[in-house]
């Protein structure tokens, strides 16, 4: 029988990981739509305000690009739909989960689009009145995620508005980023581009747009695709 010694351990070790490390794709995305996108926006307005602002610890799985990475996955979820495909793909990638939750949490009233004066109306029509402060603008351990999975609902054709400090108020230095968006009809349009803009750092990676009713399977086939 052979005897190894600890260096041919060792190196057998580190064959194995290389190769663990190979592979792997972003996924694609898809435009157009308006409106705000995560279904009604009238219904079920205070997910946001579930205390999820701290990251949770999952163990690292994944497979393809994000072998050997750490991977959080960020998301605003006005109206859960976000909300439940990050937790599909966190699952899947053994990712963090990090909720991107407003200083102001929006009601059902808020999310009501169709009346002029609601708030998500008024932010609408007033640019300046966009800027949303975060009740927790950065995770916690930051610096430690080599890949970062963004999501958010579609409000008229560009991300909602509460993702923009959290891409703005970041250093996305030395990560991979990867767009998602939840919508009734709308596309990802530019609103990955436009978040990107936003962070002026980081590799940005062509996003994904998902139906609010997209199916657990269609979520878990793209994180694996990641």
Request: hydrophobic share 35%; proline share 3%; net charge negative.
């Amino acid at each position: 029988m052979t005897n190894f010694t600890r260096r041919d351990v060792l190196k057998m070790a580190g064959i194995i990981s290389a190769g663990l490390a190979l592979g792997g794709c972003s996924a694609g995305g898809s435009n157009g739509g308006s409106s705000t996108g995560e279904s009604s926006a009238s219904s079920a307005g205070t997910t946001s305000g579930s205390s999820e602002s701290t990251s949770s610890t999952a163990d690292n799985s994944a497979s393809g690009a994000t072998a050997g990475s750490k991977v959080l996955v960020a998301y605003y979820s006005a109206q859960g739909h976000t909300k439940r495909v990050a937790e599909i793909a966190a699952a899947e990638l053994g990712a963090d989960l990090f909720e991107i939750v407003p200083e102001e949490v929006y009601t059902d009233a808020d999310l009501t689009w169709s009346n002029s004066d609601s708030r998500v109306s008024r932010e609408h029509d007033d640019e300046s009145l966009r800027d949303v402060p975060l009740a927790q603008t950065t995770p916690d351990n930051w610096a430690d995620y080599d890949t970062v999975l963004l999501g958010y609902p579609i409000w008229w054709a560009i991300a909602a508005w509460p993702t923009n400090h959290f891409a703005s108020d970041n250093d996305f230095a030395g990560k991979k980023v990867i767009p998602f968006c939840t919508s009734a009809s709308s596309g990802l349009g530019q609103s990955g581009q436009l978040l990107a803009d936003a962070a002026g750092t980081g590799d940005w990676q062509s996003g994904q747009r998902f139906s609010s009713g997209a199916s657990d399977d269609e979520v878990r086939s793209w994180a694996k695709s990641i």
